[in-house]
């Protein structure tokens, strides 16, 4: 499952893929001062994972952290 979890207090996200997102929220959540919110799930594989890095390319941070753009928040909503 492919996840969305936001830090909207730094307008970051993180595009990952989890067979249990809440779970990886949680483990997320320990090492960051800012409350993340897991804003969505879509089915997927790690290979869909992977093209959507690519497609968000231009917000990467780092790894699979983004810049929470308006095109990224488009394309989960």
Avoid at 40 to 69: C, M, P, V
Wanted: charged share 25%; aromatic share 12%.
């Amino acid at each position: 499952m492919i996840y969305l979890i936001v830090n909207r207090k730094e307008n970051i996200c993180k595009i990952g893929y989890s067979n249990n997102p809440k779970k990886r929220l949680n483990e997320l959540q320990v090492g960051n001062s800012n409350e993340l919110q897991l804003l969505k799930t879509i089915e997927g594989n790690q290979q869909q994972e992977a093209i959507l890095h690519s497609l968000f390319f231009d917000f990467n941070l780092r790894g699979e952290w983004f810049i929470y753009s308006n095109e990224i928040k488009k394309y989960f909503n």
